[in-house]
């Protein structure tokens, strides 16, 4: 079952690498013909960075659920497509053959186009991690819905936007969800939020936790009793929608540095081929394997690799419902003996988090199956890198340090596992058409090695954003604007001695708090709805476990004193508006903020204070009250 694009050796990969910046439209089509197109494209590629306008495999005609699932069933029908494991280690842990999952996404597809969802009709999902949420992504997938999966930890408000953004017609949902000892209400969360969505016309409600629900009648409908009717009607496959390459897939929401946080449009047929390229080729997948991506599919990760990557290739993937730490936090370690994992996909955070519980852990489980390491979403440290390596690894399985976005689709620089050369805290080299340049301050491109600057990508690659959604300008002035012809990614990195690279993290106003992507904009909107706040500003700071911390430097209005009280009630104001993780883990009151005298805060001297940093603050003289610093800085210090 090894895929012919898959590379096997470092000659391999320069061989590869080479052909494709050379002859992008020929080694792309080798790799597309691979998958199962019911009508052949005729271009392979067809570009211009200034619109931005990127079409890959042009009139090509497909279904990804066809090659996640239908194409596999003579082969390896009978092999697990998913391990389900459970938030509670009591509970039955689920396995999903391909054929079942075929069979359930069928049933579920002809569910929904029973409620009367077409074919480029958008779809929430707001659900927890089971089974149903990823048989509910492909059912949309399979009728061509576009489907908007949202964070199960998103609150009421953050549904409302993304609902009202795409226009959805229907939200599929649960009536709870279980994480840790946790019990969320998510029915009760959808059902808060539409009463400002009056483009919902069918809710779908899975039933996971038995929790009372309210079901409003015509409009909220029981996942069960929908598939009991189609089980009635005798329909058991549902046909594929033919879709074109560049209908668009999903719509994924994730923060910039605006207020708002933007809708990132990826379409069938060039994330198909990026997705299993990328997952066959960084994890060196076998046929035996057994992945485990601890991402939430309310996230990128989760979409690529825990979904679409693994089910493309044909690989068995572990989907785990709970959190590291729950009942204790030797749960990861578990799961991995229990399910003899080969394949350990997760992020710094996660890695830190363990780290700190000590060994003991770890001591007496099983990790003689692992064979690969992976981390994503944030730079990861040495130190956690090296305990990553030593402890879970033992020493023998390669660490894969991916660098990517919710942008780009899928993993885009980062060593192949045992083929390119490791380097700790380092994403090393670029994927096979993914052409990386650094820019200088001045808007130079910086050629040669030892150097730093901002990341951009001079070249499409087949999972790369399209747009984002109903408004192309943001997508046009987000990230093609700053640099003429190039995709600029927000972050900064340095290009080592060797030509390795590092990612030094975001450039732009975008925190990275625990791998989670947070706008400042966004986090102060959220802030400023306190009725006691005048105004406020947001800058990250160096957190042992999450990577970045949120701190909130925040003026309260004339005659209110700040307390803890205030405190309390910005922490509500920040669940209720974004969710949980969005939480700042310091906030200051001050009497004013360093501003310009036109009015512009000066973050960079609130980013060094945050830092502990009080004597280099730079140059102050522009600000219209220096004096405001020094009672900032006394206010930090008493913290
Ligand atoms: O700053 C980079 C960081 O995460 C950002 C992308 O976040 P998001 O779209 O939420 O996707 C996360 C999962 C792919 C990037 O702009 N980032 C991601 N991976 C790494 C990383 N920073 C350093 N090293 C990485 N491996």
């Known amino acids: 079952m090894t895929p ?78 998913i391990i389900w494991e459970p ?63 949202i964070f199960g930890g998103f609150s009421a408000k953050s549904i409302v936007d993304r609902v009202q953004d795409t226009q959805a017609i229907a939200i599929i949902t649960c009536d709870g969800a279980y994480r840790g000892a946790k019990e969320i209400p998510l029915k009760a969360v959808v059902d808060e939020a539409l009463q400002e969505c009056d483009s919902v016309k069918k809710v779908l409600v899975f039933t996971r ?92 990760t989760g979409h690529s690799y825990i979904i679409y990557g693994p089910l493309l290739a044909g690989t068995t993937s572990l989907m785990f419902e709970g959190i590291p730490t729950w009942p204790d936090a030797g749960r990861f370690w578990e799961i991995i003996a229990k399910h003899r994992v080969s394949i350990l996909y997760t992020s710094p955070t996660a890695i830190r988090g363990l780290m700190s519980h000590g060994l003991e852990p770890i001591t007496g489980k099983d990790l003689s199956s692992l064979r690969v390491l992976g981390s994503v979403g944030e730079p990861i440290n040495e130190e956690a890198w090296h305990w990553y390596d030593e ?42 058409g993914v052409q990386p340049v650094l820019m200088d301050g001045s808007g130079q491109k910086m050629l040669g090695n030892s150097v730093s600057g901002n990341l951009c990508i001079q070249f499409p690659w087949p999972g790369m954003i399209r747009t984002t959604w109903g408004d192309h300008e943001r997508c046009r002035m987000s990230y093609f604007d700053t640099y003429p012809k190039l995709y600029f990614t927000g972050d900064g990195c340095l290009r080592d001695e060797q030509g390795f690279f ?39 700071f160096p957190h042992d476990l999450k990577g970045q911390g949120i701190y909130a430097f925040v003026v309260l209005k004339e005659g209110i004193p700040p307390s803890d009280a205030e405190r309390a009630a910005i922490h509500i104001c920040i669940t209720e508006n974004i969710g949980p993780i969005a939480k700042p883990d310091k906030i200051q009151f001050v ?21 502990g940093e009080m004597e280099h603050l730079g140059d102050t003289t522009t600000l219209l009250d220096p004096g405001i610093v020094e009672a900032i800085k006394t206010g930090a210090k008493n913290l």
């Open 591 to 611: 009497s004013g903020l360093p501003k310009t005298r036109s009015g512009k805060i000066m973050r960079r001297i609130l980013r060094k204070i945050a830092e």
């Open 391 to 432: 402890h879970i690894g033992k020493g023998k399985c390669p660490i894969v340090d991916t660098w990517w976005q919710t942008e780009t689709g899928g993993i885009m620089i980062s060593n192949l596992a045992g083929i390119t050369p490791a380097k700790p805290s380092y994403a090393t080299l670029p994927l096979p």
């Open 209 to 300: 936790t038995k929790c009372a629900v309210n079901m409003l009648a015509g409009r909220d409908y029981s996942w069960e009793q929908e598939l009991e009717k189609v089980a009635a009607s005798g329909k058991t496959t549902c046909p594929a929608a033919q879709m074109d390459s560049e209908d668009p897939l999903f719509i994924l929401y994730t923060s910039g540095s605006t207020g708002k946080p933007k809708g990132v449009v990826h379409t069938c047929g060039g994330y198909m081929v990026w997705t299993a390229y990328t997952f066959v080729n960084v994890f060196q997948v076998e046929d035996e394997d057994i992945h485990f991506c601890t991402a939430d599919i309310g996230w990128v």
């Open 87 to 149: 938030n509670n280690p009591q509970e039955n842990t689920q396995t999903i053959s391909f054929t079942a999952l075929h069979q359930r996404v069928c049933a579920l597809a002809n569910a929904l186009l029973n409620l009367g969802i077409k074919r480029g009709d958008r779809v929430c999902l707001y659900m927890g991690m089971i089974p149903e949420l990823e048989i509910a992504v492909l059912a949309c997938a399979r009728i061509g819905a576009i489907h908007s999966v």
């Open 4 to 81: 012919a694009y898959r590379i096997s050796s470092f000659a391999d990969y320069q061989t590869a690498y080479e052909k494709s910046i050379t002859q992008p439209e020929e080694f792309w089509a080798d790799v597309a013909q691979q998958f199962q197109w019911s009508k052949p494209w005729t271009k392979v590629l067809e570009w211009n960075f200034k619109a931005p306008a990127v079409n890959w495999f042009t009139d090509g005609k497909l279904n990804i659920t066809e090659n996640c699932l239908d194409r596999h069933l003579n082969t390896i029908g009978d092999k697990a497509a």
């Open 502 to 540: 590092r990612i030094t993290g975001r450039v732009d106003d975008v925190l990275n708090v625990s791998g989670h992507r947070l706008g400042t904009a966004e986090l102060e909107n959220a802030i400023n709805m306190q009725e006691h706040v005048a105004e406020s500003a947001v800058v990250p």
